[in-house]
């Protein structure tokens, strides 16, 4: 996470109006959420409502993961519930994104190319954004 400082686990979190329901996750994850959004700025976003710009950031998922893992301690799946959130979370950010010159393609390859773009994670790239 060059550039940044370690998130810490312990850190009170500011309400901050419009970023993900996170209630259903553990207080570990909420903590990591919290603290990764009130962050904005130093991600170079414009708010912490800015989902695509947290998403295209490797330091908002490297980050999420680490503080998960650090923060939700010996409880695995309580890490890996935070971690499969931000997951979703990015999906949908994707989702919502129109990449450049897609409206160009038939119906058809929109829905291929916006489906595969949502499945970045699961093809292993650190980003859903194209090289140019």
């Known amino acids: 996470m060059a550039g940044f400082a370690p998130i810490a686990?312990?850190?009170i979190i500011p309400s901050i109006a419009a970023i993900p329901d996170v209630s259903?996750?553990?207080a570990c994850g909420q903590t990591c959420?919290?603290?990764i959004f009130a962050q904005y700025s130093g991600f170079g976003?414009?708010?912490p409502q800015d989902s695509y710009c947290f998403c295209n950031k490797a330091n908002f998922s490297n980050g999420l993961r680490n503080c998960s893992n650090g923060a939700c301690g010996s409880d695995a799946a309580a890490a890996s519930s935070a971690i499969a959130f931000g997951s979703a979370y990015c999906a949908n950010a994707f989702a919502t994104h129109t990449a450049t010159g897609l409206a160009a393609l038939p119906s058809c390859g929109q829905t291929c190319f916006n489906n595969m773009v949502a499945q970045y994670s699961a093809l292993r790239c650190a980003s859903s954004v194209l090289p140019l």
């Open 24 to 26: 259903s996750l553990p």
């Open 33 to 35: 959420f919290g603290n």
């Open 9 to 11: 686990a312990t850190t």
């Open 45 to 47: 976003c414009a708010s």
